[in-house]
C-alpha cells in the first residue's frame, strides 16, 4: 500500500474519532434529558486530536497542525481536572 493512502487512511481515522465524540456528548444527552459531556467525550478528543495532529505534520499545514496542537492541551487540561475532582470526591466520602 503506498505511503499517501496509508496517512489518508490515518487522517479519515482521525476525523472519525473525532467525529465519534459528539454522537457519544448526544447520546449520553439524551439519555440524562439534559446537556453533559461524558469522559468518552475528553478521550475521544484526545484520540482523534493526536491522530489528526499525526496527520497535520505529515501533510506539512501549519494551520491544521496549531489547531490540533491547541486543542490536545484543553483535552489534557479537562481530563486532567475531572480526575482531580473525581479523587477529591472521593477523599471527601472517605472521611
Partial sequence: MKTEVIWLIIGFAGQLLFSLRFLVQWWQSERQKRSVIPMEFWYFSLAGGVTL??????????VFIVGQFAGLFIYMRNLYLI?????????????
Avoid: G
Avoid at 496527520?55 to 501549519?62: E, F, K, M, N, S
Avoid at 480526575?83 to 472521611?95: D, F, G, L, P, R
Fill in 83 to 95: 480526575k482531580k475532582y473525581e479523587q477529591q470526591a472521593s477523599e471527601i466520602q472517605a472521611n
Fill in 53 to 62: 495532529l499525526s496527520y497535520a505534520i505529515y501533510r506539512l499545514d501549519p
